[in-house]
């Protein structure tokens, strides 16, 4: 299959296995399956990584499991704004959009705004008009939200109301989806998606739309897309710092990538995860919250999915 591969991750924000029922966390492993598998069929039939990525996250934001598109965040106006990149590890274009409010897919309009060539980064209403100019599915604001994350908004407020000291969780903070591909060609590729988190202030850009902080590839390096608070991943310019610690430092993607998040990242006391893939398509995804959506279709085509420890092992793609 030519080093063909690709992974994914649903954010780390997990909630705990006996919040949900086993349907609704099968369901989420499906709807995982799927992204993997639209992404895998554009590799195999000689796709580029770049398509690769966008494919499997339309599939992720389509989902209601996950916070990126349809299921997002909501703000603490009650609002969503919605961020998302997309990186060729080729020629290192990328293209990226923050806040915006009605593109159905942000990660679509990310894409956009890289095939302009005219901009990397384009923030609010000028960002959902330029996504409507491009031609691509426009929706009411509301579109986005599900009575879950209304539920966790109104949670959320009423502790900070009456004061209560009660950390959120992952759960109820956090969420992203990102994947990262390799196509035959031996080119890398990166994408992310958000809603942030729930409760943001309004205005608030995270890392996801930031290339390097959230979101990064370079070829014969590797290609990586983050979840957790993004202000730390900012600040440590964590995607990229990923990409140095190979390049620069020579270390093994894995152990690069395990030292990002059990050392640099855990030392700000919040969680985080992300999945990468090497130069030469080998997947890993460290976190260290309850658990992370991931999954990945290695080179000899075997898909894996995961939501908390346990993997599950679904045979070939
Ligand atoms: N990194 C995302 C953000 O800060 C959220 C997450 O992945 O949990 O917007």
């Known amino acids: 299959m030519s080093g063909i591969a690709i992974g994914l991750h649903g954010g780390c924000g997990t909630l705990s296995l006996n919040l949900q029922t086993e349907a609704e966390w099968a369901e989420s492993r499906a709807h995982m399956a799927s992204a993997l598998r639209a992404g895998w069929r554009i590799l195999r039939a000689g796709g580029s990584a770049l398509d690769a990525v966008q494919a499997a996250v339309v599939v992720m934001e389509d989902s209601p499991h996950f916070n990126a598109g349809y299921g997002a965040a909501l ?33 679509l309009a990310a894409r956009a705004v890289l095939d302009s060539g005219r901009a990397v980064l384009l923030a609010g209403e000028a960002a959902d008009d330029f996504a409507a100019s491009q031609g691509l599915a426009m929706v009411a604001p509301n579109y986005f939200t599900t009575q879950r994350r209304v539920d966790a908004l109104k949670l959320l407020q009423q502790r900070a109301a009456t004061g209560a000291f009660v950390p959120a969780s992952e759960a109820e903070k956090h969420g992203t989806v990102g994947a990262v591909a390799r196509d035959q060609q031996g080119h890398l590729a990166a994408a992310t998606s958000t809603g942030g988190f729930n409760n943001k202030p309004s205005g608030r850009v995270g890392d996801s739309p930031l290339i390097g902080a959230g979101t990064y590839a ?59 893939l090497g130069a030469s398509g080998n997947p890993v995804a460290p976190f260290n919250t309850l658990g992370m959506y991931r999954g990945w279709i290695t080179t000899d085509g075997e898909l894996t999915v995961a939501t908390h420890q346990e993997l599950h092992h679904l045979g070939a793609a």
């Open 75 to 107: 703000t603490e106006k009650s609002t969503h704004e919605l961020d998302a990149s997309i990186m060729d590890g080729a020629s290192l274009a990328a293209g990226a959009v923050c806040t915006v409010r009605r593109v159905r897919n942000p990660v």
């Open 218 to 276: 370079q070829d014969g390096v590797c290609a990586v897309s983050c979840t957790g608070q993004g202000e730390i991943f900012i600040r440590r310019v964590a995607a990229y710092d990923l990409a140095a610690r190979i390049r620069y430092g020579g270390q093994p993607l894995e152990a690069a990538a395990t030292s990002l998040v059990f050392e640099t990242l855990s030392s700000h006391f919040i969680g985080a995860g992300l999945i990468a």
